[in-house]
């Protein structure tokens, strides 16, 4: 038991190494350093503009609404 405890798993053979992953970066890097005029936080496709738009549809919610509850804290109540 205490060959299994120090050995990892990987050498023991319970999981095999992902052969069908390969090395993508470089890939990615001449996706994101092509100059075609896109911020580097669209240059993905359309999921990045997809992604984009609706964070920055939360965050104005949440900021929309954070500002009207602080307007209906600041009022009195009525009895």
């Known amino acids: ?9 990987r050498s023991i053979g319970v999981f095999p190494p992902p052969r069908h992953l390969h090395n ?4 990615h890097q001449k996706l994101f350093q092509e100059d075609n005029g896109l911020p580097v936080h669209l240059k993905g496709g359309a999921m990045d503009a997809a992604l ?5 549809l939360v965050c104005s919610a949440g900021t929309l609404y954070s500002l009207w509850s ?3 804290a600041s009022r009195p109540k009525k009895n």
Request: hydrophobic letters at 50%; charged letters at 25%.
């Open 1 to 9: 038991m205490r060959v299994l405890r120090a050995a990892p798993l």
């Open 24 to 27: 993508r970066v470089a890939e």
């Open 52 to 56: 984009y738009r609706f964070t920055t």
């Open 70 to 72: 602080l307007v209906q």
